[in-house]
């Protein structure tokens, strides 16, 4: 698992690589620990490269999309691919966040 | 014997069947409990799934059921198990795999599934796990056998990871 924080403007953008499992899900709330001590309405969180993912790192998730939910706004999740959006679906997660195909697009939302 | 979950493997009436004495047949690791052991067990389910030519979700779904599994006896189990174990075979077009531990008697099967209708403050995280089993695996039984819990899952080989439809009813 690789975490990279970009941001574009004063919004963060989350690249995650990699399985997001049982070992790697604590590592990464580490990783998110920073970013979170400020309010953050909106945070992008791109798993282009992510090829794995169980019930811990959908924790992980949960706890960015309850971070923006307190602060107003909502989590956006960027380019999907298709077996990570199935546990996703599985979860009922989709409805707690904003789902983009890519980064333009999710940009384009954000600016508001 | 080390390795067989037990005694209950050998039996015919095990659900994994009599093949498993087939020492050829026989895909299992036993591990200890300890995070550090996770990478074993995904490494038994993704040889497995090259050996059988399973597909991408097959290997998806079966690593994921596996993982739930021993991180909830992990996380969960007073007193700690002192050892799991997971064993898979492929019946036809099913896989069906066996996990085992000497944890806590836990039976994933009696586990409420989460209220996925809850907003995002509400929600908790809570039987997660379990539900990614159940939405995933065509059947999932339970057993406590002596010290054991014994866990049986079945899937019917297909694309996604989400179970296909039953073809009956």
Same mark, same amino acid.
């Given at each position: 698992m690789e975490v990279a924080i970009e941001s574009v403007g004063t919004l963060p953008v989350v690249v995650l690589k990699g399985r997001l499992d049982t070992v790697a899900a604590p590592l990464f709330d580490t990783e998110m620990a920073p970013l979170l001590a400020q309010p953050r309405p909106r945070i992008l969180l791109e798993?282009?490269?992510?090829t794995y993912i169980s019930s811990a790192g959908l924790r992980s998730i949960l706890a960015l999309v309850k971070h923006t939910a307190k602060h107003g706004g909502r989590l956006a999740l960027v380019a999907v691919g298709a077996p990570i959006m199935e546990i996703i679906e599985i979860s009922g997660f989709p409805s707690l966040m904003d789902i983009y195909p890519d980064r333009e697009s999710a940009l384009a939302a954000s600016k508001a | 014997m080390q390795g067989l979950c037990g005694v209950g493997l050998l039996s015919a009436t095990n659900p994994l069947g009599p093949e498993l004495l087939m020492p050829h047949s026989l895909s299992t690791v036993r591990v200890a409990? !300890? #995070? =550090?052991?996770l990478p074993a067990l995904v490494a038994l389910v993704e040889a497995f799934a090259e050996q059988h030519e399973l597909g991408t979700g097959d290997a998806f779904a079966l690593t994921v059921a596996a993982e739930e599994l021993f991180a909830n006896t992990l996380r969960h189990s007073r007193p700690p198990a002192t050892w799991m174990e997971l064993s898979l075979r492929v019946d036809g077009a099913d896989v069906v795999a066996l996990y085992c531990d000497d944890g806590a008697a836990f039976d994933p099967t009696q586990q409420a599934a989460p =209220?996925?209708? #809850? !907003?995002a403050e509400e929600r %908790?995280?809570? %039987?997660l796990g379990i539900e990614i089993i159940r939405k995933t695996m065509h059947s999932l039984a339970y057993e406590r056998v002596g010290a054991e819990n014994r866990v049986t899952f079945r899937r019917k080989q297909g694309a996604g990871i989400s179970k296909k439809p039953a073809e009956h009813g």
């Open positions: 798993l282009a490269e992510v | 409990p !300890s #995070l =550090d052991e =209220d996925t209708t #809850l !907003s %908790g995280m809570g %039987g």
